[in-house]
């Protein structure tokens, strides 16, 4: 504040900001009690098997009920916790809540092979105890290894030590890469490091809006992109949450004009996609793409090869009863080594 006496224009930014930072302190100090009060909710949300629209596993992710400013997203407060530290401990909350919900998942609808997906920063995958952590939530929870996967980004894996990484991977817990193809351009990381999904950031998604050229491949070779199985799973959100209708924000245009200087039949942000896509599956990777909010977007990625999907088109992140809700209404193929020639239709 002293600094800006005698500088009149600029009173107000700095108080502003004196304001901003006292508001994060507020908030950043009151998360150990928040979590003692259980003021943090999880909320899932849906992951889709984009070749048939089959529910495979859900992304939890948390919210702050705050008794004055409301629920809070994470983008308002995990980074303070990542800086105060409190992320450890709320991260463990987190995991802990996330199993015990998907074990229940997992005993009352066993064929549904539900996985739940945790996000982790950077000082999570840094905790040297976290393989034994993960262990302790696994046993007290009872949830099966391979139904757990742990979200990273690729700051967060950058400089890893990769034991820990792999003893978690060699129980059978799986680990993608979050928000990929945003970070770095080194992908060292996935010769290093036991990696398994590539979860492929929202602007490559985006990048595919409206992106089907025209006749611009021969219909006889192209995939039947027109009309798959419709991944139109769990109609589990509201019909009002029809974000493809509600997103002004988001640039109307194909993506850029370069694309069709490179090929007739593919837009820049297609062959980056498909070329993800490649890569990932000549390493053994699956794909999920992140924020898919059209049927178009949808179609084109089933068509490039992705195997799995997440967004708005499917289904919002739901509470956790309306995830038993959509279990309940789903009817799961017979588990592999359920031989009686049942079909289950
Ligand atoms: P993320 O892991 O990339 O999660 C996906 C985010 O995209 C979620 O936002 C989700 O609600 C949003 N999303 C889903 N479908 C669509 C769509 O079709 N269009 C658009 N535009 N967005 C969509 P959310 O819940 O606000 O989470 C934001 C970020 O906060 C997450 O990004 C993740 O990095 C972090 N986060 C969330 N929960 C946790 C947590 O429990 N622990 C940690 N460490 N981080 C978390
Ligand atoms: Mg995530
Ligand atoms: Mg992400
Ligand atoms: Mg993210």
Known sequence: VAKSEGRGRYVTYDADRDARQAARYALAAAMPDALDRREFTLVYQPLVSLADGRLTGVEALVRWKHPELGELGPDAFIPLA????????????VLEEACGQAAYWARAFPSAHLSVSVNMTVSQVHEPTLPADVEKILSRTG??????????????????????????????????????GTGYSNLAYLRRLPVHILKLAGPFVDGL????????SPPAASPPAASPPAASPPAASPPAASPAASSPASPPAVSSSAADRSSPT???????????????????????????ETRPQADRLRALGCDTGQGWLFARPQRPNEITELLRRTTFPASPGTVDGSQDL
């Open 82 to 93: 990542e800086e105060t530290g409190v992320i450890l401990a709320l991260g463990s909350w």
């Open 143 to 180: 949830l099966d290894p391979s139904l757990l996967v742990l979200e990273l980004t690729e700051s967060a894996v950058m400089d890893n030590d990769s034991a820990p990484l792999r003893a978690l991977a060699e129980r059978g817990i799986r680990i993608a890469i979050d928000d990929f």
């Open 209 to 216: 809006r409206g992106a089907q050229p025209p006749a611009a």
């Open 266 to 292: 593919r837009t820049v942000d297609e062959q980056i996609v498909e070329t993800i896509v490649r890569l990932a599956h000549v390493i053994g990777l699956s794909v999920t793409a992140e924020a898919v």
